[in-house]
Nanobody, 120 residues
Framework: QVQLVESGGGLVQAGGSLRLSCAAS???????MGWFRQAPGKEREFVAL????????DYADSVKGRFTISRDNSKNTVYLQMNSLKPEDTAVYYC??????????????WGQGTQVTVSS
């Protein structure tokens, strides 16, 4: 099985930056890794994804130009660099993994989540 553990969340002022990390246990064979988020009172929504070697990358329109997803396969770790943060980015951020592109809508594996709070 695949276990995902997020870290790096916290409190930041609008316009600031945070970098989230997600460590996968052991060696994985997941072709894709990514991030979802869930704001208070809202459903979980897609944020970003990357294929194994970064050949396929996708972002939600709301974060394009501000967030960057990257992956270090030697460490089984995926990152989400978040810049120019806005209060509407406040959410619990979840790391995801899957062997196929279904990660875009219904990922197979999920982490426990890490809280990101952006103050105005």
């Amino acid at each position: 099985q695949v276990q995902l553990v997020e870290s790096g969340g916290g409190l930041v002022q609008a316009g600031g930056s945070l970098r989230l990390s997600c460590a996968a246990s052991g060696r994985t064979f997941s072709s894709y890794m990514g991030w979802f988020r869930q704001a208070p009172g809202k459903e979980r929504e897609f944020v970003a994804l990357t294929s194994r070697n970064g050949g396929t990358i996708d972002y939600a329109d709301s974060v394009k130009g501000r967030f960057t997803i990257s992956r270090d396969n030697s460490k089984n770790t995926v990152y989400l660099q978040m810049n120019s943060l806005k209060p509407e980015d406040t959410a619990v951020y979840y790391c995801t993994a899957d062997a196929t592109f279904r990660i875009r809508t219904t990922p197979l594996y999920w982490g426990q989540g890490t809280q990101v709070t952006v103050s105005s």
